[in-house]
């Protein structure tokens, strides 16, 4: 199976500071047709979760451009340019290459 | 609008048996691949099993195979997962989770555009 490491674990942010999270993959996410096979999600607090990236860079529909996704093969970021209240949560990512799919830790964003 | 209900949760005993449901809408059901993916209490999100559109494909996680079974019925516009010999480590919320299609114009199913709210289960005795 295809293990996901998120770093860090915690990340405190001042609103309208940048944050960024790393993720890597334990094999290659890269497919031949050029894509990352990898994907981030945000489970704000109490909710269910929601796509914010696919595709490693392509932000879901209604996803503010403040989000960005980036990176190839096992090494991704995401990263927010100017945090703002509402993106506080937990975001995970996960590699969509092969089943099991599977999920990082989750990091969990918090406004200091 | 795109929606999907767990239910048929609840508390178990441990071995005991249970069966979720998903109830889908404002979709055509028939054309999305479905998943299940489950959160233990204050833990992370594990993928548990995924169901392709018309069910030729099916795979499960490691940790349920062989005592979870997915299943859909198109003509219902729902998803199953039943569940037997059921342990306290797969006390969760189980959420259903609708497969994409396309992500930026380009054909890719390996994530999930649209989630459940989640239905509960306890095993416990």
């Known amino acids: 199976d295809i293990v996901m490491t998120q770093s860090p674990l915690s990340l405190p942010v001042t609103p309208g500071e940048p944050a960024s999270i790393s993720c890597r993959s334990s094999q290659s996410l890269l497919h031949s047709n050029g894509n990352n096979y990898m994907d981030w999600y945000l489970q704000k607090p109490g909710q269910s979760p929601q796509l914010v990236i696919c595709l490693g860079s392509i932000r879901a529909s209604g996803v503010p451009d403040r989000f960005s996704g980036g990176g190839s093969a096992t090494d991704f970021t995401l990263k927010i340019s100017r945090v703002e209240a509402e993106d506080v949560g937990v975001y995970y990512c996960m590699q969509g290459l092969q089943a099991p799919y599977t999920f990082g830790q989750g990091t969990k964003l918090e406004i200091k | 609008e795109v929606q999907l209900v767990e239910s048929g949760g609840g508390l178990v005993n441990p071995g005991g048996s249970l069966r979720l449901s998903c109830a889908a809408s404002?979709?055509?059901?028939?054309?999305?691949?479905i998943h299940w993916v489950r959160q233990a209490p204050g833990k992370g999100l594990e993928w548990v099993s995924l169901i392709s559109s018309r069910g030729g494909h099916i795979y499960y996680a490691d940790s349920v195979k062989g005592r979870f079974t997915i299943s859909r019925d198109n003509a219902r516009n729902s998803l199953y997962l039943q569940m037997s010999s059921l342990r306290a480590e797969d006390t969760a919320v189980y959420y259903c989770a609708r497969g994409g299609q396309y992500c930026g114009g380009d054909c890719y199913s390996g994530y999930f555009d649209y989630w459940g709210q989640g239905t509960l289960v306890t095993v416990s005795s």
């Open positions: 404002g979709f055509t059901f028939s054309e999305y691949s």
